[in-house]
Protein backbone atom coordinates (compact mmCIF):
# COMPACT_ATOMS: atom_id res chain seq x y z
CA UNK A 1 0.00 0.00 0.00
CA UNK A 2 1.26 3.18 -0.43
CA UNK A 3 2.87 4.81 2.64
CA UNK A 4 0.87 7.64 1.84
CA UNK A 5 -2.47 6.19 2.09
CA UNK A 6 -1.50 4.60 4.36
CA UNK A 7 -1.29 7.05 6.96
CA UNK A 8 -4.24 8.89 5.90
CA UNK A 9 -6.34 5.78 6.56
CA UNK A 10 -4.64 5.33 10.00
CA UNK A 11 -5.11 9.15 10.67
CA UNK A 12 -8.53 8.69 9.63
CA UNK A 13 -9.38 5.93 12.01
CA UNK A 14 -7.87 7.62 15.23
CA UNK A 15 -10.05 10.82 14.67
CA UNK A 16 -12.71 9.19 14.32
CA UNK A 17 -12.49 6.70 17.34
CA UNK A 18 -11.20 10.06 19.52
CA UNK A 19 -14.67 11.62 18.93
CA UNK A 20 -16.89 8.85 19.32
CA UNK A 21 -15.21 8.98 23.12
CA UNK A 22 -15.94 11.69 24.10
CA UNK A 23 -19.56 12.08 22.63
CA UNK A 24 -21.67 11.63 24.80
CA UNK A 25 -23.39 8.26 26.12
CA UNK A 26 -26.51 8.82 24.48
CA UNK A 27 -25.69 9.44 21.36
CA UNK A 28 -23.07 6.75 21.06
CA UNK A 29 -25.75 4.51 21.29
CA UNK A 30 -29.41 3.73 19.58
CA UNK A 31 -31.11 1.64 22.13
CA UNK A 32 -32.11 3.59 25.14
CA UNK A 33 -32.45 1.88 28.33
CA UNK A 34 -35.53 0.92 29.48
CA UNK A 35 -35.99 2.40 33.36
CA UNK A 36 -36.71 0.01 36.04
CA UNK A 37 -40.30 -0.16 37.72
CA UNK A 38 -38.87 0.51 41.34
CA UNK A 39 -37.26 3.92 39.22
CA UNK A 40 -40.41 5.04 37.59
CA UNK A 41 -41.54 8.14 39.93
CA UNK A 42 -45.13 7.92 41.40
CA UNK A 43 -47.95 10.31 40.80
CA UNK A 44 -48.79 12.09 43.72
CA UNK A 45 -51.60 14.21 44.81
CA UNK A 46 -51.49 18.39 44.04
CA UNK A 47 -53.34 21.04 44.80
CA UNK A 48 -55.40 20.22 41.63
CA UNK A 49 -55.89 16.69 42.04
CA UNK A 50 -59.63 15.43 42.72
CA UNK A 51 -60.19 14.69 46.62
CA UNK A 52 -60.28 10.86 46.84
CA UNK A 53 -63.90 9.31 47.12
CA UNK A 54 -64.91 8.63 51.15
CA UNK A 55 -64.73 5.55 52.22
CA UNK A 56 -67.94 3.38 51.98
CA UNK A 57 -69.44 4.25 56.13
CA UNK A 58 -68.17 8.18 55.71
CA UNK A 59 -70.21 8.71 52.75
CA UNK A 60 -73.05 10.88 53.28
CA UNK A 61 -76.45 9.24 53.10
CA UNK A 62 -78.51 9.58 49.90
CA UNK A 63 -81.56 7.37 50.35
CA UNK A 64 -83.57 6.92 53.30
CA UNK A 65 -87.03 4.94 53.57
CA UNK A 66 -88.43 4.74 57.77
CA UNK A 67 -91.94 4.23 59.08
CA UNK A 68 -92.18 6.58 62.57
CA UNK A 69 -95.42 5.99 65.07
CA UNK A 70 -95.80 8.99 67.14
CA UNK A 71 -98.35 9.08 70.18
CA UNK A 72 -99.74 11.67 72.03
CA UNK A 73 -102.89 14.19 72.00
CA UNK A 74 -104.84 15.93 69.37
CA UNK A 75 -107.04 18.97 70.11
CA UNK A 76 -109.39 20.34 67.76
CA UNK A 77 -111.01 24.11 68.62
CA UNK A 78 -113.33 26.22 66.73
CA UNK A 79 -114.31 29.49 66.52
CA UNK A 80 -118.09 28.85 67.59
CA UNK A 81 -116.49 27.75 71.21
CA UNK A 82 -116.19 24.00 70.51
CA UNK A 83 -113.62 22.13 71.86
CA UNK A 84 -112.45 18.79 72.50
CA UNK A 85 -108.87 16.47 73.11
CA UNK A 86 -108.16 12.95 73.14
CA UNK A 87 -105.22 10.63 73.04
CA UNK A 88 -103.93 9.93 69.44
CA UNK A 89 -101.78 8.21 67.22
CA UNK A 90 -99.57 9.48 64.12
CA UNK A 91 -98.39 6.41 61.66
CA UNK A 92 -95.84 8.31 59.31
CA UNK A 93 -94.01 7.13 56.24
CA UNK A 94 -90.86 8.66 54.65
CA UNK A 95 -89.17 7.58 51.64
CA UNK A 96 -86.32 10.04 49.91
CA UNK A 97 -83.76 9.31 47.53
CA UNK A 98 -80.77 12.45 46.31
CA UNK A 99 -78.18 12.55 43.75
CA UNK A 100 -75.23 14.46 44.80
CA UNK A 101 -77.38 17.63 45.34
CA UNK A 102 -80.81 16.70 43.99
CA UNK A 103 -83.61 14.35 44.24
CA UNK A 104 -86.70 13.40 45.39
CA UNK A 105 -89.28 11.65 47.68
CA UNK A 106 -92.45 11.49 49.77
CA UNK A 107 -94.06 11.58 52.93
CA UNK A 108 -97.55 10.59 54.37
CA UNK A 109 -99.33 10.15 57.76
CA UNK A 110 -102.43 9.58 58.81
CA UNK A 111 -103.87 10.38 62.45
CA UNK A 112 -106.48 8.44 64.31
CA UNK A 113 -107.70 9.48 67.68
CA UNK A 114 -109.96 7.62 70.58
CA UNK A 115 -113.31 7.85 70.99
CA UNK A 116 -113.50 10.29 73.73
CA UNK A 117 -113.17 13.77 71.66
CA UNK A 118 -116.03 15.58 73.13
CA UNK A 119 -117.44 14.66 76.60
CA UNK A 120 -114.29 12.07 77.99
CA UNK A 121 -116.44 9.76 79.69
CA UNK A 122 -120.33 10.48 77.93
CA UNK A 123 -121.48 7.59 75.80
CA UNK A 124 -121.73 9.78 73.10
CA UNK A 125 -118.76 8.86 71.01
CA UNK A 126 -116.35 11.31 68.98
CA UNK A 127 -113.30 10.95 67.35
CA UNK A 128 -110.60 12.65 64.85
CA UNK A 129 -108.97 11.64 61.94
CA UNK A 130 -106.37 13.10 59.67
CA UNK A 131 -104.48 12.11 56.56
CA UNK A 132 -101.27 14.06 54.90
CA UNK A 133 -99.88 13.77 51.89
CA UNK A 134 -96.39 15.26 50.81
CA UNK A 135 -94.54 14.51 47.17
CA UNK A 136 -91.62 16.33 46.83
CA UNK A 137 -88.63 17.52 44.91
CA UNK A 138 -85.17 17.90 47.09
CA UNK A 139 -82.67 20.20 47.21
CA UNK A 140 -79.96 19.17 49.49
CA UNK A 141 -76.16 20.85 49.71
CA UNK A 142 -73.53 18.37 50.65
CA UNK A 143 -72.12 19.00 53.57
CA UNK A 144 -69.43 16.98 55.80
CA UNK A 145 -71.00 17.23 59.65
CA UNK A 146 -73.78 19.47 58.35
CA UNK A 147 -76.76 19.21 55.70
CA UNK A 148 -80.21 21.25 54.87
CA UNK A 149 -82.28 19.52 52.87
CA UNK A 150 -85.20 21.97 51.36
CA UNK A 151 -88.10 20.08 49.56
CA UNK A 152 -90.76 21.05 48.19
CA UNK A 153 -94.11 19.92 46.42
CA UNK A 154 -97.72 19.41 46.39
CA UNK A 155 -99.63 18.76 49.64
CA UNK A 156 -102.97 17.06 49.78
CA UNK A 157 -104.58 16.91 53.19
CA UNK A 158 -107.86 15.60 55.13
CA UNK A 159 -109.46 16.00 58.50
CA UNK A 160 -112.59 15.22 59.66
CA UNK A 161 -114.42 14.73 63.20
CA UNK A 162 -116.99 12.50 63.63
CA UNK A 163 -120.04 12.05 66.35
CA UNK A 164 -122.56 9.63 66.72
CA UNK A 165 -124.65 9.47 69.87
CA UNK A 166 -126.51 6.34 69.09
CA UNK A 167 -128.83 7.78 67.11
CA UNK A 168 -127.09 10.36 64.65
CA UNK A 169 -123.85 9.62 63.20
CA UNK A 170 -122.17 12.77 62.29
CA UNK A 171 -119.09 13.62 60.37
CA UNK A 172 -117.48 16.51 58.78
CA UNK A 173 -115.03 16.32 56.41
CA UNK A 174 -112.07 19.29 55.43
CA UNK A 175 -110.24 18.83 52.57
CA UNK A 176 -107.06 20.84 51.76
CA UNK A 177 -104.47 20.67 48.05
CA UNK A 178 -102.18 22.93 48.18
CA UNK A 179 -98.20 23.39 48.49
CA UNK A 180 -95.52 22.99 51.02
CA UNK A 181 -91.82 24.42 51.89
CA UNK A 182 -89.78 21.98 53.91
CA UNK A 183 -86.40 22.09 55.77
CA UNK A 184 -84.91 20.08 57.54
CA UNK A 185 -81.47 21.15 58.81
CA UNK A 186 -78.72 17.68 60.75
CA UNK A 187 -75.59 17.51 62.47
CA UNK A 188 -73.77 14.48 63.04
CA UNK A 189 -72.49 15.09 66.85
CA UNK A 190 -70.26 11.92 66.02
CA UNK A 191 -68.61 12.09 62.53
CA UNK A 192 -70.02 9.15 60.27
CA UNK A 193 -66.90 6.52 60.32
CA UNK A 194 -66.56 3.20 61.92
CA UNK A 195 -69.81 1.62 60.63
CA UNK A 196 -72.12 4.00 63.07
CA UNK A 197 -72.88 8.00 63.98
CA UNK A 198 -75.31 9.77 65.98
CA UNK A 199 -77.06 13.12 64.51
CA UNK A 200 -79.38 15.55 65.47
CA UNK A 201 -82.06 16.60 63.67
CA UNK A 202 -85.07 19.29 63.07
CA UNK A 203 -87.51 19.32 60.26
CA UNK A 204 -89.81 22.65 60.09
CA UNK A 205 -92.71 22.62 57.73
CA UNK A 206 -94.98 25.45 55.91
CA UNK A 207 -97.66 25.31 53.47
CA UNK A 208 -101.04 26.64 52.36
CA UNK A 209 -103.92 25.20 50.25
CA UNK A 210 -107.61 25.64 48.98
CA UNK A 211 -109.99 23.06 50.40
CA UNK A 212 -113.69 22.49 51.13
CA UNK A 213 -115.72 21.42 54.04
CA UNK A 214 -118.00 18.67 53.38
CA UNK A 215 -120.52 18.17 55.80
CA UNK A 216 -122.71 14.94 56.50
CA UNK A 217 -124.62 15.84 59.48
CA UNK A 218 -128.64 15.35 60.48
CA UNK A 219 -129.12 19.42 60.05
CA UNK A 220 -126.33 19.70 57.07
CA UNK A 221 -125.32 18.06 54.19
CA UNK A 222 -123.93 21.27 52.55
CA UNK A 223 -119.74 22.09 51.03
CA UNK A 224 -118.54 24.95 51.79
CA UNK A 225 -115.14 26.25 49.89
CA UNK A 226 -112.21 27.25 52.35
CA UNK A 227 -108.59 27.71 52.57
CA UNK A 228 -105.67 26.51 54.92
CA UNK A 229 -102.12 26.55 56.45
CA UNK A 230 -100.49 24.66 57.87
CA UNK A 231 -96.94 24.24 60.34
CA UNK A 232 -95.03 21.57 62.13
CA UNK A 233 -91.97 21.33 63.42
CA UNK A 234 -90.23 18.13 64.72
CA UNK A 235 -86.77 17.36 66.35
CA UNK A 236 -84.61 14.51 68.05
CA UNK A 237 -81.69 12.01 67.32
CA UNK A 238 -80.74 9.99 64.84
CA UNK A 239 -78.78 6.76 65.46
CA UNK A 240 -77.07 5.05 62.48
CA UNK A 241 -75.99 1.49 62.71
CA UNK A 242 -74.00 0.32 59.06
CA UNK A 243 -77.37 1.52 56.85
CA UNK A 244 -80.06 0.54 60.02
CA UNK A 245 -81.31 3.65 61.09
CA UNK A 246 -83.08 4.44 64.51
CA UNK A 247 -85.05 8.14 65.63
CA UNK A 248 -86.70 9.26 68.67
CA UNK A 249 -87.74 12.75 68.99
CA UNK A 250 -90.79 15.26 69.39
CA UNK A 251 -93.25 16.36 66.93
CA UNK A 252 -96.15 19.33 66.91
CA UNK A 253 -98.57 20.10 63.60
CA UNK A 254 -100.87 22.64 63.39
CA UNK A 255 -103.86 22.89 60.47
CA UNK A 256 -106.23 26.18 60.16
CA UNK A 257 -109.14 25.87 58.11
CA UNK A 258 -110.39 29.19 57.38
CA UNK A 259 -113.82 30.70 57.98
CA UNK A 260 -115.63 29.25 55.09
CA UNK A 261 -117.82 31.32 52.01
CA UNK A 262 -121.39 31.26 52.54
CA UNK A 263 -123.57 28.46 51.09
CA UNK A 264 -126.78 29.46 50.91
CA UNK A 265 -126.64 31.64 54.12
CA UNK A 266 -124.30 29.79 55.71
CA UNK A 267 -120.86 30.06 57.02
CA UNK A 268 -118.90 26.96 58.92
CA UNK A 269 -116.27 28.72 61.59
CA UNK A 270 -112.42 28.57 61.17
CA UNK A 271 -111.43 25.23 62.76
CA UNK A 272 -108.06 24.12 64.15
CA UNK A 273 -106.63 20.78 64.11
CA UNK A 274 -103.47 20.21 66.69
CA UNK A 275 -101.15 16.68 67.48
CA UNK A 276 -98.07 17.18 69.46
CA UNK A 277 -96.32 14.07 70.84
CA UNK A 278 -93.38 12.17 70.63
CA UNK A 279 -92.07 9.36 68.21
CA UNK A 280 -89.88 6.71 67.40
CA UNK A 281 -88.87 5.71 63.91
CA UNK A 282 -87.25 2.68 62.55
CA UNK A 283 -85.66 2.59 58.80
CA UNK A 284 -83.06 2.33 56.79
CA UNK A 285 -80.47 4.85 55.11
CA UNK A 286 -77.49 4.65 52.58
Not at 51 to 62: E, H, S, V, Y
Not at 204 to 220: E, H, I, P, W, Y
Amino acid sequence: MNPTLRWTLFASSSLLAGCATGLPDATRTLALPLPSTGAVPAASAGAGAPAAAPAADDAIPNGLVAARLAVGRTRVAAEDGTRGNANASMLGLDFEATGRTFGGGVSFEVLASDDDLYEQGSAVDSSTAGIDLFPHFTIRPNGKRFRLPIRLGPVVQWSAVNVDDGTDDDTVHWYGAGARVELEPEFDLIPRGGGQSLSIYGRGRLGGAFGQVSADTATDDRDYDTTSSHWGVEGGLRWEIGKLMVAGGYQYTHTTYGETDATDGFVFPETRFRFSGVFLSVGFRW
